[in-house]
């Protein structure tokens, strides 16, 4: 497993650098977040073996275990929509949070990490797709809301996150991660906050986010392979 693993993140980092450089950016401002939710410990510490430093997570009682077991080295990010009722177990475990999607979540992220003595670091889920079947903020509505949530005095609103929608085609996903990247840039001349982080790409479609100015891709199953079944 570990030589494959490492072979894959061998992979993954030429193709973020072919893709950067094919679009005149710099890989260095580019992160790889290896999506390990479902992935069993020993699978991640060979990809630490192999350099891999940043992990994301989706589900806090399948993350905890592991977070317990492994390095205290590694960057952990949640990657999925966190529930209200796990807030206080997993805000001071993950260094960012990529899914806040909804204002009350917001609201509740910043109370508590206040009472722990934390901030939390946070992007915001934006529905770009408008997809029924997807978390996240409207897009058209977010410019009303983004005054209220800058000023949440223990949350640090570091950019925005989206998934595009499902298809056989990476290319089809552009439209929607150079969308996402408009409003970054709306919100950020109108708020005067750099939310200079963009979130967008996963093993299908990570070039086509690094097209549009990703800053974190994740990607899971093209580095750890299929993923395990229940």
């Not at 401002?29 to 994301?56: H, M, N």
């Not at 204002?103 to 509740?108: G, P």
């Not at 408008?130 to 949440?152: C, M, V």
């Not at 299908?204 to 690094?210: A, C, K, L, R, S």
Request: net charge neutral; proline share 5%; hydrophobic share 40%.
């Amino acid at each position: 497993m570990s030589c494959s693993i490492s072979e894959n993140l061998a992979a993954i980092h030429h193709r973020i650098a072919s893709a950067a450089d094919k679009h005149g950016r710099n890989p260095s401002g580019i992160k790889l977040v290896a999506v390990s939710k479902t992935y069993p410990a020993p699978a991640i510490l060979d990809a630490l073996q192999a350099g891999q430093r940043v992990f994301g997570e989706s589900r806090v009682q399948e993350a905890l275990p592991k977070l317990d077991e492994l390095p205290d080295t590694l960057e952990w990010h949640f990657i999925g929509h966190l529930q209200t009722n796990k807030i206080r177990k997993a805000i001071a475990r993950f260094s960012l949070f990529h899914g806040v999607d909804n204002t009350n979540l917001a609201l509740q992220m910043s109370r508590i990490a206040g009472e722990l003595g934390l901030t939390a670091n946070v992007l915001l889920e934006v529905n770009v797709s408008g997809e029924k079947s997807k978390f996240g903020f409207d897009p058209q509505a977010l410019g009303g809301d983004i005054e209220a949530l800058l000023a949440l005095p223990f949350l640090r609103l570091e950019g925005l996150m989206t998934m595009a929608p499902h298809s056989g085609d990476p290319e089809s996903t552009r439209p929607y991660f150079a969308r996402l990247r408009a409003l970054r840039d709306e919100l950020s001349a109108s708020t005067g906050q750099p939310l200079k982080e963009l979130s967008m790409g996963m093993s299908g479609d990570f070039e086509q986010g690094i097209a549009e100015g990703a800053t974190l891709v994740r990607v899971g199953s093209a580095i750890f392979g299929g993923r395990p079944t229940a």
